[in-house]
């Protein structure tokens, strides 16, 4: 079994930066794709970036390109997402997630595993 933990969230103006981290606890997550979702209120949870075993491959969602930067560091069993330019549109509680194999995927069906959010609120 693994267990993540999300940490990191707060209260940042626009224009500020955020660092999120993900603790995989349990068994290492080195095979596992990872990513990293958030939920708004009133809205579908959404896939906002992803990385896989390897870190070779990353993807983002087209409203945080440019913006954010997945990472992770296997010998911590972390996974990390760095949250630049912030706005208020990316206000939502953000969740790390433990794909079956070592793709990342968009669909959050393909997760096995989810922290417990941590939530992230920029003030304009």
């Known amino acids: 079994q693994v267990q993540l933990a999300d940490s990191g969230g707060g209260v940042v103006q626009a224009g500020g930066s955020l660092r999120l981290s993900c603790a995989a606890s349990?068994?290492?997550?080195?095979?596992?794709?990872m990513a990293w979702f958030r939920q708004a209120p009133g809205k579908e949870r959404e896939f906002v970036a992803g990385?896989?075993?390897?870190?070779?491959?990353?993807g983002y969602a087209e409203s945080v390109k440019g913006r954010f930067t997945i990472s992770r560091d296997h010998a911590k069993n972390m996974v990390y997402l760095q949250m630049n330019s912030l706005t208020p549109e990316d206000t939502a509680v953000y969740f790390c997630?433990?794909?079956?194999?070592?793709?990342?995927?968009?669909?959050?069906?393909?997760?096995?595993?989810w922290g417990q959010g941590t939530q992230v609120t920029v003030s304009s």
């Open positions: 990385i896989s075993s390897s870190g070779g491959t990353t």
């Open positions: 997630a433990a794909a079956r194999g070592g793709a990342y995927y968009t669909a959050s069906a393909q997760y096995d595993y």
């Open positions: 349990g068994r290492t997550v080195s095979r596992n794709g």
